[in-house]
């Protein structure tokens, strides 16, 4: 096992750098991270994988700053989140990074283009665009008969087809992927595998996945194993 780069360098979309993260209980303290190193460089491909409870997710929301760690740090693009507030967190997530769940989380309410175009109109720009945008990125991932269904009337792998294109919309440094095909069958999930491969291809857009799915990670260029709140590379 050798342990991660943290070197920085202009190429670096995502990086973290002695991440700890703790959360407080009754008698002292849960330590879930331990001084986790990593860093991404563009267009890269990663895997994260690791026992249920191992702090992966956590390690994902940190990485995401969807939360904030105990100490140490996380940079995207370079700069560095916890020094943002809250609104040029959410900013800088959503121009830099794109996130894919286990549960597609699409809005029931609206149509797979409006869906895919969502990361676009929360950043402002205008509705015609958005949407045309996310149809050209909807008939690429082969849902171009589907723009206007809403999820309730997609397949399982059809929706996980536009959370991909929603979360590549905005032409992000870095897409995080938490269980991306953890609920799909093994032929469905094999064909978003390919997807992955081909949009980390065409867009040198990175990858950062979590999973337990072994197939998925070996198609990545690096995989790290979390173990005991730190981060080892696997050698093949
Ligand atoms: P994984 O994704 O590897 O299965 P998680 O990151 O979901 O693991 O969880 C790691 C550990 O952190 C678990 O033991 C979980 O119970 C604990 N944990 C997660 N969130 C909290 C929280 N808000 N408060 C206390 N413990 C938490």
């Known amino acids: 096992m050798t342990e991660p780069s943290t070197s ?5 979309v995502l990086q973290c750098e002695a991440l700890s993260k703790s959360y407080p209980q009754a008698n002292g303290r849960l330590d879930i991270l331990n001084g ?3 860093a991404v460089a563009r267009g ?4 994260i994988v690791g026992p249920s409870g191992a702090g992966k997710t956590t390690l994902l929301h940190m990485l995401g700053g969807l939360d904030l760690p105990s100490s140490g740090c996380v940079r995207v ?11 040029a967190r959410s900013r800088l997530r959503n121009a830099e990074l794109g996130f894919v769940y286990q549960f597609h989380h699409l809005l029931a309410e609206f149509t797979a283009v409006e869906n895919a ?7 402002g720009q205008a509705r015609r665009e958005a949407l045309g945008a996310a149809a050209a990125l909807l008939e690429h991932v082969g849902l171009g008969e589907r723009l206007d269904h809403r999820p309730s009337a997609l397949s399982g792998g059809e929706r996980q087809r536009v959370a991909i294109a929603r979360a590549l919309v905005n032409q992000p440094a870095c897409v995080l992927l938490d269980e991306p095909t ?3 069958d093994a032929d469905t999930a094999e064909s978003v595998h390919a997807l992955l491969a081909e949009l ?3 867009y ?4 950062l996945v979590v999973t337990h799915d072994m197939q998925l990670a070996q198609r990545m260029d690096r995989i790290y194993r979390l173990q005991a709140g730190q981060l080892h590379e696997q050698v093949a």
């Open 77 to 87: 693009n370079g700069q560095d989140i916890s020094a943002l507030d809250d609104r």
């Open 117 to 123: 175009a969502m990361p676009l109109l929360i950043a």
């Open 204 to 207: 040198q857009t990175s990858l």
């Open 182 to 184: 953890g609920n799909l």
């Open 200 to 202: 980390n291809r065409e």
């Open 8 to 12: 920085a360098t202009a190429d670096c």
């Open 36 to 38: 986790v190193e990593l």
């Open 44 to 47: 890269e491909t990663l895997a």
